[in-house]
């Protein structure tokens, strides 16, 4: 036994290259909870659910996986105060991945996360902010090399480079199966540089719930509300469902509800994140 | 305690080599480029020195079907040496049987891309764009997303390969991993160098008619009197015979990317639906049908042209730029290419004799560079 414990230490140790991931002894830790659900219901991998989008029509969910970013907890003076997020195979970098899949999919893996942990200065928080997404300056790195959760190639974004920021899939990947996954586009990149230098559409959802109890209430995602005035049903444009290209006019109710700009829309309030 | 002892040495060799980048180019033989005078040698990036024991490795692994969910395709079934590594198809085939928008390109000279892929401004990395092919899910090519460690299972379990990955990446502890692949295979296309056409040698070595097209590709006055009447060196010149290129002097971005009449479906000059090239990137409709103009360079075995495969042979291609834009006059993509508000300048459309085509499409054939094709080391290694 001892001799494990010794072995651990040193596992840690050899694991621990570049980063001391010593906080301050005086931070408290806070573990931020988050749901997937549907309308009413808990989202659960391989369900059917009815009546979604503008068509009330049903879809058979296989992925719901998220990045979060740039947490924050407002104290009692008011003011934004960062989270810092620990480091586990669901988060690193300041980024976590939420994950309500189970592997029920192909491209889906068996472990789940719902919870974001970190810390914060000792206090009183009532309020929490974040983005969905990955910061632009570690969404352009070398995906190949990347630690956990951030190696994770169903959620590479190839083709600009970087990562799908939100993943939802529905039937099981033919090519009239709706889904929607976000990353950022319009991606410029230079050979100099040797790599993405700059994107003229982020589309990372900023999101702030005033009032948020950190020990009572829950983070959830509503697909519901994401699709709400969509029509699942249909094609309209390039992809079925939204794969965030800017010609895909389905994409537009989708990026409202995420509170996106998308062609003439400015974008506004998201709706799909509530607190509970 | 021996136990704890023996456990503690393994855990400082892990710790000795598990920092830094480990991939100096230490035990490996050194690599040369074996390019003429007048060209310079690719930019190659920091973190991917070249080196023998790594292309070689990346020649394996770009031609082993396990690199394919269902073990059906390799990077070489769409890019096969024979055709300049391209496959000969209109539209290219994934491994799950799904017809991909876009033809696949030639890799010869893919080091010295500007951008890669036929019109994509982000994709400058040949180790990046290498997880298009393999973990793309729109279209499908590899098929392997969600697979990687199937893939890493695979190739530790294939006695070649624990070898071969030691000597391309010597102080690694464990080496077999996404990134040295990407990083393997990149290599490989690197050392895909081009340069050794009967246009390489000069013009004595070329034939009357060969020389006459030469001269006309690059700005000679046609019989019916126009001086530089073709116009097609100012996107296809340079050694590389495409302007859209990068290399280890180069100090400016160089990416360029033309629409050149193939479509003209309405009043913004679309092309078809989710093929419109640099348009399906920035989304400004002045964008729409802008494609890289890619290496001319074995052209003659590169057929069907164009992004879609939509002409069929070289002559075509003449004639397409002769009337300055295709003209589709029914069907779903009818249009005048001609009028296309995007269209290039330099597609005015010219007059040609028929000798003159023929003497164009002979310079087009000294582009071809028969060791690319050929050369054993640039082989698939598992052909029976």
């Not at chain 1, 219901?41 to 998220?66: H, I, K, Q």
């Amino acid at each position: 036994m001892k001799r494990l414990g010794m072995v651990m230490a040193l596992g840690a140790l050899a694991l621990g290259c570049g980063d001391d991931g010593n906080a301050p002894a005086e931070q408290q830790d806070v573990a931020l909870s988050f749901a997937a659900v549907v309308g009413e219901e808990p989202f659960v991998c391989g369900d059917t659910y009815e009546n979604l989008g503008a068509n009330g029509t049903p879809l058979v969910l296989s992925d719901f996986r998220f990045y979060v970013q740039d947490v924050a907890l407002k104290n009692a003076a008011g003011a934004w105060v960062p989270v810092e997020l620990e480091e586990n195979s669901f988060q690193s970098s300041g980024v976590a991945l939420l994950d309500f899949e189970d592997g029920c999919g192909e491209l889906g893996t068996p472990e789940l996360n719902g919870i974001v942990r970190g810390t914060v200065p000792p206090g009183d928080y009532d309020g929490l902010q974040f983005k969905m997404g990955v910061p632009f300056e570690i969404n352009h790195v070398n995906s190949a090399t990347a630690p956990s959760p951030l190696n994770l190639t169903s959620l590479f974004w190839n083709w600009q480079g970087g990562y799908k920021f939100l993943r939802i899939d529905s039937g099981q990947f033919s090519e009239t199966d709706w889904r929607m996954h976000l990353g950022s586009t319009g991606c410029e990149g230079d050979p100099m540089a040797g790599g993405v230098t700059s994107c003229a559409n982020g589309n990372r959802t900023e999101v702030e719930l005033d009032t948020f109890d950190v020990s009572a209430n829950t983070v959830v995602a509503d697909f519901a509300a994401l699709v709400e005035g969509s029509a699942v049903d249909q094609d309209a444009a390039a992809d079925a469902g939204c794969m965030s290209k800017p010609v895909d006019t389905d994409c537009g109710p989708l990026f409202a509800n995420l509170g996106l700009s998308f062609g003439e829309n400015p974008g506004g309030e998201q709706q799909f994140f509530s607190a509970e | 305690m021996k136990h704890l002892l023996r456990t503690l040495s393994l855990l400082s060799l892990i710790l000795w080599t598990g920092c830094g980048d480990g991939d100096t180019a230490s035990g490996a033989e050194a690599w040369v480029w074996n390019l003429p005078d007048t060209v310079p040698p690719p930019r190659v990036p920091e973190d991917n020195p070249m080196s023998l024991a790594k292309v070689e490795l990346g020649r394996f692994l770009f031609y082993d079907t396990k690199l394919s969910g269902n073990q059906t395709q390799s990077c070489g079934s769409c890019h096969l040496q024979e055709l300049a590594f391209t496959d000969g198809l209109a539209r290219a085939e994934g491994s799950t049987g799904e017809i991909h928008p876009r033809s696949s390109m030639s890799l010869a000279n893919a080091g010295y891309a500007a951008s890669l892929t036929w019109a994509n401004p982000a994709v400058v990395r040949l180790e990046e764009q290498a997880l298009v092919p393999m973990f793309g899910e729109d279209p499908v090519e590899l098929g392997l997303a969600n697979m990687e460690d199937e893939l890493l299972r695979r190739l530790r379990e294939d006695e070649r390969y624990p070898p071969m990955f030691a000597a391309a990446f010597p102080n690694q502890g464990d080496p077999i991993s996404l990134d040295s692949i990407t990083k393997s295979i990149a290599s490989f296309q690197r050392a895909l160098t081009s340069f050794n056409s009967k246009h390489d040698q000069g013009s004595s070595a070329l034939t009357l008619s060969e020389q006459r097209g030469k001269a006309l590709f690059f700005g000679g006055t046609t019989e019916a009197g126009v001086p530089d009447a073709l116009e097609c060196f100012h996107c296809h010149g340079g050694f590389l015979l495409s302007q859209a290129v990068d290399h280890d002097g180069s100090e400016f971005n160089q990416q360029t990317f033309i629409n050149n009449g193939l479509y003209n479906l309405d009043s913004d000059g679309s092309y078809p639906e989710g093929n419109e090239g640099l348009f399906d990137i920035t989304n400004d409709p002045a964008d729409k049908g802008k494609f890289k103009p890619p290496s001319l360079r074995n052209v003659a075995v590169t057929a069907p042209y164009m992004h879609d495969g939509s002409i069929a042979t070289l002559e075509e291609v003449v004639e397409h730029y002769a009337r300055g834009g295709r003209l589709i006059e029914s069907g779903p993509n009818a249009g005048d290419g001609f009028e296309n508000p995007n269209k290039s300048a330099f597609l005015n459309g010219f007059e040609i004799t028929e000798q003159e085509k023929q003497d164009l499409i002979a310079f087009l054939r000294t582009l071809t560079d028969e060791d690319l094709l050929t050369n054993p080391a640039l082989s698939d290694p598992f052909a029976p």
